[in-house]
T-cell receptor, first 117, second 112 residues
């Protein structure tokens, strides 16, 4: 149980285009999902906290107009990188917390590698 | 979000040896978690230790937590080549929105 999927697993796009990444909790409901970004050989940096039915909370330095987050249901959150540029190339990882247990553990998706040409 | 420090940044050992990684953090926590990440892959949750616990075991893993020093260690015993990966500690900070703050990570290489 407690599986989180991400789609796509990798994407290559041209500079200036927008890319949408989906994060799904497959066998549990998640009121809260988190989006992280990881540059090569670095740690995960939290970008935003996504709550179902409300606006996402962004970390300092993360542009909310560039990284659009939608958490429309208890099993799906999406991250859209708008007008992507090469510096947005990174590994994007989501995680979700189980609504029922509200436990301390977050379940992580496998990540999406974005390459902007 | 602030990151904790992990040391060493990189560790190379022979198969069968033990590997110890350390993590320090800065704030009060609810719990501390350790994750493994193989190159280019997602995170695998290894173990969670609560703030009122001092030591926890899971298979070949042993985690300690010293809240007075704001530090934790992960010991992998009898390492295998398959243990080669990056290891991250992550803190669930007290009073936060329950997001995790990750340490800088330790790259472990186990040589066959």
């Amino acid at each position: 149980g407690a599986v989180v999927s991400q789609h796509p697993s990798w994407v290559i796009c041209k500079s200036g285009t927008s890319v949408k990444i989906e994060c799904r909790s497959l066998d549990f409901q998640a009121t809260t999902m988190f989006w992280y970004r990881q540059f090569p050989k670095q740690s995960l940096m939290l970008m935003a906290t996504s709550n179902e039915g409300s606006k996402a909370t962004y970390e300092q330095g993360v542009e909310k107009d560039k990284f659009l987050i939608n958490h429309a249901s208890l099993t799906l959150s999406t991250l859209t990188v708008t007008s992507a540029h090469p510096e947005d190339s990174s590994f994007y990882i989501c995680s979700a917390r189980d609504r029922v247990s509200q436990g301390n553990e977050q379940f992580f998706g496998p990540g999406t590698r974005l390459t902007v040409l | 979000s602030q990151q904790g420090e992990e040391d060493p940044q990189a560790l190379s050992i022979q198969e069968g040896e033990n590997a110890t990684m350390n993590c320090s953090y800065k704030t009060s926590i609810n719990n501390l978690q350790w994750y493994r990440q193989n190159s280019g892959r997602g995170l695998v949750h290894l173990i969670l230790i609560r703030s009122n616990e001092r030591e926890k075991h899971s298979g070949r893993l042993r985690v300690t937590l010293d809240t007075s020093k704001k530090s934790s260690s992960l010991l992998i015993t009898a390492s295998r080549a398959a243990d080669t990966a990056s290891y991250f500690c992550a803190t669930d900070e007290a009073g936060s929105a329950r997001q995790l703050t990750f340490g800088s990570g330790t790259q472990l290489t186990v040589l066959p």
